[in-house]
T-cell receptor, first 110, second 115 residues
Framework: DAGVIQSPRHEVTEMGQEVTLRCKPI?????LFWYRQTMMRGLELLIY????????DSGMPEDRFSAKMPNASFSTLKIQPSEPRDSAVYFC????????FGPGTRLTVL | AQSVTQLGSHVSVSEGALVLLRCNYS??????LFWYVQYPNQGLQLLLK??????LVKGINGFEAEFKKSETSFHLTKPSAHMSDAAEYFC?????????????FGSGTQLTVLP
């Protein structure tokens, strides 16, 4: 199994641009989680899905953030418009029992 | 609300020395407890988990942790540190089972191994 796949691994963009982060969970896992990691705030849960349905999005910081899971093998996290304070590493994790994390996307907003 | 506290944001040990990373949780009911490790520029990897079976849990890479209900602790230990153990370690807690369980993570402990 290839594990959780995230793309891109690095993203540099300018303030105001739209950013889309992608995640392919492990096959057979029915839950998917999006996290954000920063030095100041540590690891924060943004949103999670169960069987492709968003269960809890209370961690999404603002309306500029949105996430979708159109099918069991794909999810996106979108930021529109992006701001410098969104710079962080964004992780996707999938779970059938324990959570398995992807390698992360390092986002830099200039 | 459930929470987990990791004492010591940075721990340094000499190669071959005992590793002890501390984790305490706050809860009135026994939780599920986890330790994850994060190597530089990588995602988190599960080291071990406690799910109310044996109180002493063995994980990968020679690590183990002991659940102590009376102390609300789940400290991570390894008898002899290797240079390859240098990483950041996260303790996490959950109060539900199944695939959709949410984890609450501690703030992490950066482990440095000195030659």
């Amino acid at each position: 199994d290839a594990g959780v796949i995230q793309s891109p691994r690095h993203e540099v963009t300018e303030m105001g641009q739209e950013v889309t982060l992608r995640c392919k969970p492990i096959s057979g896992h029915n839950s998917l989680f999006w996290y954000r990691q920063t030095m100041m705030r540590g690891l924060e849960l943004l949103i999670y899905f169960n069987n492709n349905v968003p269960i809890d999005d209370s961690g999404m910081p603002e309306d500029r953030f949105s996430a979708k899971m159109p099918n069991a093998s794909f999810s996106t996290l979108k930021i529109q418009p992006s701001e410098p304070r969104d710079s962080a590493v964004y992780f996707c994790a999938s779970s059938r029992n324990e959570q398995f994390f992807g390698p992360g996307t390092r986002l830099t907003v200039l | 609300a459930q929470s987990v506290t990791q004492l010591g944001s940075h721990v340094s040990v000499s190669e071959g020395a005992l590793v002890l990373l501390r984790c305490n949780y706050s809860s009135s009911v026994p939780p599920y407890l986890f330790w994850y490790v994060q190597y530089p520029n990588q995602g988190l990897q599960l080291l071990l988990k406690y799910t109310s079976a044996a109180t002493l849990v063995k994980g990968i890479n020679g690590f183990e942790a002991e659940f102590k209900k009376s102390e609300t602790s789940f400290h991570l230990t390894k008898p002899s540190a290797h240079m390859s153990d240098a990483a950041e370690y996260f303790c996490a807690v959950s109060f539900s089972s199944g695939s959709a369980r949410q984890l609450t993570f501690g703030s992490g402990t950066q482990l440095t191994v000195l030659p």
